[in-house]
């Protein structure tokens, strides 16, 4: 699976989170998704309870700065490193990372529309 993946800007959404906008490239084709840094979070603590052993981390959470410019841009950093790692490593084929990106369902729109 050759997927790349670009944290491309964040957004404070007003029911009080940032959102993360990474675009996907996969096959010729693009799209965007949208995630909370909690989303990262759940699914590395998941990637690690079944027993995958990722050299990249990510750091917790944080209530009480959530909105800190300079925290936001620390987390860009570490999410497009974190993607970076999962892409380039000999997980790249596995189905959960397929469905993080929501690989699958993307590429049947693309299909639907041929």
């Not at 949208?34 to 050299?55: A, C, I, M, P």
């Not at 987390?75 to 084929?93: A, F, I, K, P, W």
Request: charged share 25%.
């Amino acid at each position: 699976m050759s997927v790349s993946a670009n944290v491309q800007k964040h957004e404070w959404v007003p029911e009080g989170y940032t959102e993360y906008f990474i675009v996907i490239f996969y096959k010729g084709v693009e799209w965007g998704v949208r995630k909370r840094y909690s989303d990262f979070v759940k699914f590395d603590d998941y990637l690690r309870s079944q027993g995958y052993k990722l050299t990249c981390k990510l750091t917790g959470k944080n209530f009480w700065n959530r909105y800190d410019p300079t925290l936001i841009t620390q987390r860009v950093g570490e999410l497009q490193t974190y993607l970076n790692h999962l892409l380039s490593s000999t997980m790249t084929d596995n189905n959960l990372i397929k469905e993080f990106l929501e690989v699958d369902e993307n590429m049947l729109k693309q299909a639907k529309l041929m």
